[in-house]
């Protein structure tokens, strides 16, 4: 089992900047994926960003492709995902998902992920 928490949400204005963490714990794994998700009221749960665990490679959805960067600190069990430029249409909660055993970062679907968090408001107002 894998837990997975959330952090660093709230309310931005447009233009603006925050950072995003997801700590994970219980099973340890060496070889994974993690990827943000995001949803907003009526829609539903679109990828944002994956980073791979063990090995190596970033992807991104294009929505955020330039504004938004993630990150992981494997000694922390923590991934991070910085937003700048943050548009009202990010406005969403965000979900941190893990994918265990691969050592890519090409998985854009809820489906293709084994844990999920519960998720981080963030509101973007203009």
């Known amino acids: 089992q894998v837990q997975l928490v959330e952090s660093g949400g709230g309310l931005v204005q447009a233009g603006g900047s925050r950072r995003l963490s997801c700590a994970a714990s219980?099973?340890?794994?060496?070889?994974?994926?993690v990827g943000w998700f995001r949803q907003a009221p009526g829609k539903e749960r679109d990828f944002v960003a994956a980073?791979?665990?063990?090995?190596?490679?970033?992807n991104y959805a294009d929505s955020v492709k330039g504004r938004f960067t993630i990150s992981r600190d494997n000694a922390k069990n923590t991934v991070n995902l910085q937003m700048n430029s943050l548009k009202p249409e990010d406005t969403a909660v965000y979900y941190c998902?893990?994918?265990?055993?691969?050592?890519?970062?090409?998985?854009?679907?809820?489906?293709?992920?084994?844990?999920w968090g519960q998720g981080t408001q963030v509101t973007v107002s203009s």
């Open positions: 998902a893990a994918k265990i055993g691969v050592y890519s970062a090409k998985y854009y679907y809820t489906w293709n992920y084994d844990y």
């Open positions: 219980g099973r340890t794994f060496s070889s994974g994926a």
């Open positions: 980073i791979t665990w063990g090995g190596t490679g970033t």
